[in-house]
Structures are given as C-alpha cells and as structure tokens.
C-alpha cells in the first residue's frame, strides 16, 4: 500500500513531484519521500509523516535536477522506520541510485538470506531493499540490465520508479498486481510522467498515454522513449483496488474507478436487497457504492454519518489501542436522519469487524431503528502477500464466521456481500480482463513457500 510518482526532463521537477504525491496520499500516510537527479547526483528529502508535514518550501529549492521520483508508504513489509522510507537510495560502483516500490516481494526473506550468507549487508528492513542489493551484484553493463537481472529473480508485485544516471526509469511486475500508469504533461509533451494513479495526473495537467504493462520495464531519458520486456504472465491486476484502495476519480486497468464501484452497489442491491428507509455510505471507502445501492434498490440516499477529514485513516494507525480511539475521532452520526428509521449502511469490506461494529453501534445509538449492513465485495477470508495491508488469516472475521455470525457479533439486523460472481459482473471480468481476488478465495497467482527465517527487527532507529 504505497504510491509511487516518478518525471523525467522538467525544471520544476522535484514540485511537480510534491504535488503528484498530495494527490497519491490516500495510499500511504506513514512516510513521504522525494528524489531529484541532476546529471551525476542524487538530492533526497525523506521523512515520517504527510506530503504536507514533510517538505517545507526551502526544502523542495534544494532538490535540484530535471529528473525526479517520490513516494508515499504503508508498510507492508519492514516496520514503520525512518530507515524503511522511500525512496531507497544506494551508491555502487555505477554511482547512485534510487527506488521507489508499491507492492509486496514473495521471495525477498528468502533472497535476503542468501545475500547475507554472501556478505551483503542490509541498511533496511524493507523489502525493497533487495532489488538495489541484486542490481550491485549484477555485471550487466547498462542501468536497465542490472535492473531487469534483478527483477528475473524477484518474485511477487512490484510497480516501481528509479532514477539513476539522469534516467527515469519505471517496471511493473510480469501480473500488473498494482497500477502503474505512463502520461505526459500537456504543456510540455516531452515531459512523461508516471504514477500509481491518474488523480495524480490531473492534478498537475497531464494526459495518460497508457498502462505500464505488466512485465514492462520502461526507461525514458533524453532520447525519449524505450521498453523492454521481462518475462510473460497471466494478467492479475488487484481487484482491491477497484473495492476499497484507489481514489474514484482514477482510471485505473482502463476503467474508472467510480463507475466500477456504482456498479459494485447496484450488482449488490439486486442480490441482497432490504427493505430500508435511507441508504447511507460510511465515509469515505463506502460513498460511490452507497449511490450505486440507493440507485438500484430506489431508496433515497443521505449521509447519516459525517467523517470529520482531518484524521487520518483509522485503521491505517497500526496501534490498536489508537484505530479503537480514532472511529469516534472520524465519525459522527445525525440523528435527525437516522432516527426511527430503517437504515442499509453499505461500505466496501470488513477486515476484523472492529471498526464496523462501532459504527453499527453509533448508528442504533442515533436512533436508527433497523441497521442493514451492506458490502459491496465477498468477505475477505485471506490476507494479501501483493502489497495490500491486511491482517492475519486468524484476525480476518469472514474467515472464520458466516454472515449471520457477523451480523451477530456486529449487532445488525442484517449483513450481507456482493458474490464473487457479482463483484466479476461489476469489474466487468473476463478472459482477457483477469484479476487477482486472493483475499476473497485463497487462489494466490504466486505460489511460494514461507519465508525461512522470521526475520526480527535488529536496529530501531529513534
Ligand atoms: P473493520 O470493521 O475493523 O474490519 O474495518 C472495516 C473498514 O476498514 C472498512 O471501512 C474498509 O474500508 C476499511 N479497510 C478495508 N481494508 C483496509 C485496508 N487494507 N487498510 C485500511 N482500511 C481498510
């Protein structure tokens, strides 16, 4: 759960980086993370905290250069660390290089054991980490031959950007698990940008000429344009993102995100409807599938809960004693809309149940007479190795509990979720438009064996 933004040929390219990532900060609030290239050297500003909080005016002056790369973080894999933030920078023998990764590497325990065991020494817990170790063992001669040499042997989801030798260069893995889109500014054509989302197009006024393609390893410096390939795959974009994780107002895979989750809603209201007076959404992961549920259902629509903004995402804290702290922090519900009435509440998944039931609970406290409970994806019963935070399989509630137990435990009159095959109606699936749902059925693209060793965390920095 990161976001990556990377250009290539602009003066100003370190802001147009600021801003691509306000734009992407819905996908990682831990940390935020800028690097400029200006030729032969690299200029970093990297530190816990928000877009906003981490670069000051003065700071963005001094990263210098026409190419730049940024990124925002969730942890995935390695802690919440000042030393895990990214960009990753190293220096080698070719000279400097930096990284920024959204997704999630299989195989990078068992590929840091082997490195170690052959002495390499690891300045990170992150995952990501390993790519930059691979690459300096590599005797390849060019920048991209390391790169793809390191990318053969890493396996898992990886939609990334690096800069190194004035290049901007940007690879996603052989499933297309993450987005990772190529577009250029529409004032300047031969500047191209790439981002995990398009929002962060629009922001700064550029146009989408494509997907990176799953497998592509993309390099772009002064005479334009080049792509390779790695090897081929089955195509496995996440699913989630469409649900939960992507802003609505990107185009992601081609489709709009807004549109897939109001037919996310309608699919849902066919299948489990109720016999409610309002539909409301849990703000904000919930909105675009309410409308597409009270559209369908014809149930008026209102907002029975208001999300105060300015909090971040409750269960992104990754403290419990805090996600507990922050629903009311986050929500507040109108009694001048609930009470007394019968009430479908939709949102687009449970993970632990926590937050749900405080919210089912604020609604009955507000003076809802009945609580429905809507979801608008299957019950998440595994946890995702490709990048998305969710808990253990143990911690999942769908796992280990039907809906009727759910409904139960959550204190709802009802709860009930979009099929498998609807949510596939919605995201329109197909033969050629597959997608990666293991958190909703377990069948994982990635075969592979547990890390060998559980890796403790040796060095805390303060
Ligand atoms: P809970 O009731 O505690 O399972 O929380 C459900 C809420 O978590 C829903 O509003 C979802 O939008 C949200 N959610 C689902 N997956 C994630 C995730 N990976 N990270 C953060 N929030 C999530």
């Known amino acids: 759960m990161c976001g990556v933004f990377g250009i290539s040929n602009h003066p100003e390219a370190a802001n147009l980086t600021y801003l691509g990532l306000h734009a992407l900060q819905h996908r990682g609030q831990e940390s935020a993370g800028v690097v400029t290239s200006d030729g032969g050297t690299l200029h970093a500003v990297r530190k816990m905290g928000l877009v906003a909080d981490v670069f000051s005016a003065d700071l963005l002056r001094s990263l210098r250069g026409r190419v730049a790369i940024g ?10 660390l000042p030393k895990n933030i990214q960009p990753l920078t190293a220096e080698y023998r070719h000279g400097a290089v930096a990284l920024a ?73 052989p499933h297309g698990f993450r987005p990772l889109i190529l577009g250029r500014l529409r004032q300047s054509p031969e500047t191209y940008v790439i981002a995990s989302e398009t929002c962060a197009f629009d922001l700064i006024e550029a146009e989408v000429i494509r997907d990176v393609e799953p497998g592509e390893i993309l390099t772009i410096d002064e005479q334009g344009l080049h792509s390779e390939r790695l090897r081929e795959a089955p195509r496995r974009f996440c699913v989630f993102e469409h649900v939960y994780f992507a802003r609505p107002d990107s185009v992601l895979d081609s489709q709009s995100v ?52 300015y909090v971040g995402r409750t269960f992104i804290e990754p403290k419990d004693s805090i996600r507990h702290f922050g629903v009311k922090l986050k929500l507040n519900p109108l009694p001048g809309i609930l009470e007394g009435k019968r009430v479908v509440v939709v949102d687009d998944s449970i993970v632990r149940g926590t937050t749900s039931r405080k919210i089912v609970k604020m609604i009955r406290g507000a003076g809802a007479r009945e609580v429905h409970l809507r979801i608008s994806s299957p019950p998440v019963i595994r946890p995702c190795f490709y990048g ?71 060095l805390v920095e303060l």
């Not at 002495?119 to 990501?128: H, L, P, V």
């Open 258 to 309: 807004y549109e897939l989750r109001v037919r996310m809603g309608e699919v849902l209201a066919r299948e489990a409807p109720a016999d409610a007076d309002i539909v409301i959404p849990v703000p904000d992961s919930g909105v675009v599938a309410a409308l597409g549920f009270a559209r369908g259902a014809q149930i008026p629509f209102e907002m029975g809960l208001i999300r105060n903004h």
């Open 71 to 80: 990124h925002v973080r969730y942890s995935t894999a390695g802690g919440s």
């Open 101 to 173: 990764h959204n997704g999630n590497l299989v195989n990078a325990e068992n590929l840091r054991d082997e490195l170690e065991a052959d002495g390499a020494i690891f300045s990170s817990n992150s995952d990501t980490e390993v790519i930059l170790q691979l690459m300096a063992r590599c005797s390849e001669p060019s920048l991209v031959g390391r790169l793809a040499w390191a990318l053969a042997q890493v396996q898992g989801a990886y939609s990334l950007v690096l800069t190194a030798e004035d290049k901007l260069i940007a690879a996603r893995d």
């Open 388 to 458: 998305i935070d969710t808990p253990t399989r143990s911690e999942l509630i769908a796992n280990s509990h039907s809906p009727d137990e759910i409904a139960r435990y959550l204190t709802a009159d009802s709860v009930a979720y979009l099929s498998p095959a609807g949510l596939a109606e919605a995201v329109r699936e197909g033969p050629t438009r597959a997608f990666c749902h293991a958190c909703f059925t377990g069948e994982y693209p990635i075969a592979f064996n547990p890390p060998t060793s559980r890796r403790q965390l040796r």
